[in-house]
C-alpha cells in the first residue's frame, strides 16, 4: 500500500497552500485519514484527520480555523488546504491511513495510522 503526498514549497506568511495524498481508490477506501507534521528536531505531530466517509473531521488546536481537511474516495485523493499559514507551519507533512476500527480518541495519534506516505515539505518565511 503506497501513499503519495505532494503540494509542499515556499510560501509567504500569510498565505495558502493545498496538499494531496492520492492513493489507489480500493485502498483507500478502506482507511480513515490524517495528516501529520514534524519540524526539524521535534516530533510527529498530529495535524488533522478524516473518517472514511467525511462525516467527522479532526484538528489541532494549531491549526483550528486555517486548515481543512477533505476527501474524495472515488479519486482516491485527501487533501490538506492550509491557508493563514505561519512560519512555525514549517515541517515536513506526511499523510496516513488509519483503519475504520479506529475510535475518535486514537485518530490524534500517529501510531494508529498504519499505511504512511513520503512526506512533502511546506517552508513558510516570514
Known amino acids: 500500500v503506497q501513499l503519495q503526498a505532494s503540494g509542499g514549497g515556499l510560501v509567504q506568511a500569510g498565505g495558502s497552500v493545498r496538499f494531496t495524498c492520492a492513493a489507489a481508490r480500493h485502498t483507500f477506501r478502506d482507511y480513515n485519514a490524517g495528516w501529520f507534521r514534524q519540524a526539524p528536531g521535534k516530533e510527529r505531530d498530529f495535524v488533522a484527520a478524516i473518517t472514511w466517509g467525511s462525516s467527522k473531521k479532526y484538528y489541532a488546536d494549531s491549526v483550528k480555523g486555517r486548515f481543512t481537511v477533505s476527501r474524495d474516495n472515488a479519486k482516491g485523493i485527501m487533501y490538506l488546504d492550509m491557508s493563514s499559514l505561519k512560519p512555525e507551519d514549517t515541517a515536513l507533512y506526511y499523510c496516513?491511513?488509519?483503519?475504520?476500527?479506529?475510535?475518535?480518541?486514537?485518530?490524534?495519534?500517529?501510531?494508529?495510522?498504519?499505511?504512511w506516505g513520503q512526506g512533502t515539505k511546506v517552508t513558510v518565511s516570514s
Open positions: 496516513a491511513g488509519s483503519p475504520l476500527s479506529t475510535i475518535t480518541s486514537e485518530m490524534y495519534s500517529a501510531r494508529s495510522y498504519t499505511i
